[in-house]
């Protein structure tokens, strides 16, 4: 049989500021219709965070993902996995609502306190579009990016009684170390969905070598334990993604990770994305995989699929 690519893709994020890109969907009609977009062009899981429509900002409020999740549901059949992460700016509290609330098939779930640096661009932005958006960026040059043991524990008991599976968002080896811990408490349980991230300043490079480092590490301590996933940031995204393609695993993209789609030519869509990491997956020999295959792969509960009643009675 020909092997199936789970194709993940983050629309939005909480990082990347509206003064970065003109293509950086902000509303929830935009981050909605960008979902579709990337689901109808063969992602099978997105990614979700939501924004304030009118200044762009993080925004984890349940309120503002209730239209954005309805509007995918009506639309698609895609797996939606709402983050945990939020921006490294909130509390847990505020982070951990949406997944509580609508007790998603998948939510994120980051497996480390980390320095999370992307203050790098700060000055390359002449004009800002908005006050908060030099502050958010330079505020992650003292911040810490918090998921303490308790947090994460906290986080694998109230939602995963829930039904919730995790994506295991691992930015360095002794994140994977942390995951192996909690496998072996039970608290968190097989088939693992972990995505390892590359090229965020305060995490593992992108290098080749950093790949197979992560991969060795994960076969070593999981075996068939796991659906490995990648994720390489900025210029990265494409070539790491493919890397994993061809050793066995799956990939994430869009444009929360990376604003752009070839070296000097901006993504106008995560779609694009999502299009041209489809591409390399068929020369390759492959196939991408449908929701109803990366929800086979995954182990998901149907009973937590995300649907417009599901999200109206949440609220109610």
Known sequence: MVRKVIVTCAVTGAIHTPSMSP??????????????????????????????????????SPERFAPILSSISERSDAVLNI???????????????????????????????MNFGAFQGVERIQNYKHDW???????????????????????????????????????DVGHLYT?????DRQLAKPPLFIQTIFGVLG??????????????TADRLFGNDYVWSVLGVGRAQL???SMAIAAGGNLRVGLEDSLWLRPGQMAKSSAEQVIAACTVIGALGLEV?????????LGLNSQNRITPSRVAQALS
């Open 203 to 216: 995490g593992i490079g992108n290098h080749p070598e950093d790949v197979i480092n992560m991969r060795r």
């Open 179 to 183: 995951l192996a811990h909690f496998l």
């Open 289 to 297: 995989a449908s929701p109803t295959q990366a929800r086979e792969m």
């Open 23 to 60: 293509y950086l969907p902000i509303t929830e009609k935009e981050i909605a219709d960008a979902a579709v977009e990337a689901a109808q062009a063969g992602a099978s899981i997105i990614h979700l965070h939501a924004r304030d429509p009118k200044t762009g900002r993080p925004d984890q």
């Open 83 to 113: 983050t945990t992460g939020g921006s490294p700016s909130m509390t847990l509290d505020e982070r951990l609502q949406p997944a509580l609330i609508y007790a998603p098939e998948v939510a994120s779930l980051n497996m480390g306190s």
């Open 133 to 171: 958006e030099r502050a958010h960026l330079e505020g992650t040059r003292s911040g810490v990016f918090r998921n303490t043991f308790s947090d994460i524990e906290g986080i694998l008991r109230r939602c995963g009684d829930q039904g919730t599976r995790f994506e295991y968002e691992c930015y």
């Open 239 to 241: 070539p790491i993604a």
